[in-house]
């Protein structure tokens, strides 16, 4: 089973490399983001929650994430592998995941992390916002929160993956396709 955490900061392109990265791999994608914004359309209680945290660049607590993780995961008893995308964002959210596969014998691969330079990350998001409308995407102020809270709750967990060998730094910059083939060539060595 090939279980895939596809990481970097806010704009590195996790979400677009996910959608290469499951047709190419076939894989079940399982971003907390979308998640949590498909609760938010829905009109749920933990939408609503969830959208109070989202919309100033803060993280969703902990245990709402993880219990949606577990959920997923149930449900996907079959699947050839995950892609992780956008979760997890804390140890404590690493520690939970690595739990519930290890578990189930069927521990994460490889950890991806894309690399990407912070004025990019800007442009690009605050790009995203104008098409998108998304409030997270819409503000510099907000964008650039969310980049701190991914330097100080976030980006502790390359190390964390370093310390279990499975840490692999990718440039994230150039193209969609360029970053793709980078991608690919990590995964098909896993
Ligand atoms: P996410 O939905 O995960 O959003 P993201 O990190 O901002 O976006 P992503 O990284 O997927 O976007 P991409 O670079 O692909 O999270 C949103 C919020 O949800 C968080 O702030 C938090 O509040 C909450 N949340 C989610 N998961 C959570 C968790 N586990 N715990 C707690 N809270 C959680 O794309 C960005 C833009 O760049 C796109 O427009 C894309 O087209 C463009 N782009 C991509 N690659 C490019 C390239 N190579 N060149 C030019 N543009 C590119």
Do not use: C, W
């Not at 983001?33 to 969830?50: F, P």
């Not at 949606?68 to 404590?92: C, H, Q, W, Y």
């Not at 100080?152 to 990718?170: A, C, D, R, V």
């Amino acid at each position: 089973m090939l279980n895939i955490v596809l990481f970097g900061p806010p704009g590195a392109g996790k979400g677009t490399q996910a959608e290469f990265l499951i047709n190419a791999f076939g894989l079940i994608h399982l971003s907390t983001g979308d998640l949590l914004r498909s609760e938010i359309a829905a009109g749920t209680k933990l939408g609503l929650e969830a959208k109070a945290f989202m919309d100033k660049g803060e993280l969703v607590p902990d245990a709402v994430v993880i219990g949606m993780i577990k959920s997923k995961l149930e449900a996907n008893k079959d699947a050839k592998g995950f892609i992780f995308d956008g979760f997890p964002r804390t140890v404590d959210q690493a520690k939970a995941l690595d739990e519930l596969l290890n578990a189930n014998g069927t521990p994460i691969s490889g950890m991806l992390s894309l690399e990407v330079e912070k004025q990019e990350l800007i442009d690009r998001l605050l790009s995203r916002g104008i098409s998108s409308g998304r409030a997270d995407d819409q503000d510099q102020s907000i964008i650039e929160n969310r980049i701190n809270v991914y330097n100080e709750k976030t980006s502790p967990l390359i190390e964390y993956y370093k310390k279990q060998g499975k840490h692999f730094g990718i440039n994230g910059m150039g193209t969609i396709d360029e970053i793709a083939e980078r991608l690919k060539a990590v995964v098909e060595k896993l």
